[in-house]
Nanobody
């Protein structure tokens, strides 16, 4: 059973950058997808980005495309989300998740981290 631990969240000014990490222990070879989702207060959880552990595939939501970059280090079993040009509307709790394939849909992920808060001040 995979265990995911996010880190790196915090407070940043609009226009700034932040990188959050997700350490995935216990991940098996069948868990090929890693996704980042976020949930703002009073809103539903939404897809942010996803990546395949084995292949080159990456996916982004339209709201973060061109500003955020997802990457992974297979040796460290860690995924990253580099967030640039942050906006106040990016404020949310960010969750990482692992599933059989990279997907934009949360239902395809079996394991979730506890979340890390990202706050962007205006």
């Amino acid at each position: 059973q995979a265990q995911l631990v996010e880190s790196g969240g915090g407070l940043v000014q609009a226009g700034g950058s932040l990188r959050i990490s997700c350490a995935a222990s216990g991940r098996t070879s069948s868990d090929d997808g890693m996704g980042w989702f976020r949930q703002a207060p009073g809103k539903e959880r939404e897809f942010v980005a996803a990546i395949s552990w084995r292949g080159p595939w990456t996916y982004y939501s339209d709201s973060v495309k061109g500003r955020f970059t997802i990457s992974r280090d297979n040796v460290k079993n860690t995924a990253y989300l580099q967030m640039n040009s942050l906006k106040p509307e990016d404020t949310a709790v960010y969750y990482c998740a692992v599933g059989p394939s990279a997907s934009i849909y949360s239902v395809y992920y079996h394991y979730w981290g506890q979340g890390t808060q990202v706050t962007v001040s205006s």
